[in-house]
């Protein structure tokens, strides 16, 4: 039993670390606004995914990931938002080197909770992953709601340490991040692969 969850355990690890929306989110926060601005939008995925997780136990998760109305206008939704945050992140991009200042980081609005949050929730690969992938990864013979809540709280662990790891890296690196043509530079990688994300999400098939 403990071989099996340590199995799916890993298969959760090696999903975490596939780069994403979130790991783009993240980025543009703490390159933006700091390390304290990717612990933030960190928090707020990590609450997306346990909403996801806590709707999947219920059982209401499934329902979206069957319907192909659903499915689409929370695609949508997630795309939209994300070529928002892109758009914002070239925009900005073209005046940082003249509001640049190394003690006062730009970019305040994208190191939020709410940006983490609403960037996972409305992300619906997440309901079909944890309706159609999780429930293959509980142990035979245990109970499948607690298990599935475990390999939700397992996941969200998960993902938070690999998140903050990420940042605290980016974080000492904050010198060479800080000079204007850097950060410029990054700002706008950062912001075309957030629309290039965003464009993925709305024009790829279930």
Known sequence: MLTALLAATAVLALLTLVPGPDMAVVTQAALGAGRSAGFRVAAGIVSGLLVWGLLTVLG?????????????????????????LGVRALWESRTSRMQHNADAPRSQKAGTWKTGFTTNLLNPKIAVFYTGLLPQLVPAGW?????????????????????????????????????????????????????????????EAR
């Open 143 to 203: 109970p499948t709601g607690p298990s599935l809540a475990l390999l939700v709280l397992i996941h969200a662990a998960i993902t938070i340490v690999w998140l903050s790891g990420y940042v605290v890296l980016l974080s000492r690196a904050r010198s060479t991040f800080e000079k204007p043509r850097v950060r410029q530079a990054l700002e706008r990688i950062t912001g075309t692969v957030l629309l290039g994300f965003g464009a993925k999400i709305a024009l």
């Open 60 to 84: 209401l998760s499934a329902i979206l990931a069957a319907s192909a109305e659903a499915y689409t206008v929370v695609k949508l939704a997630g795309a939209a938002y994300l070529i928002y």
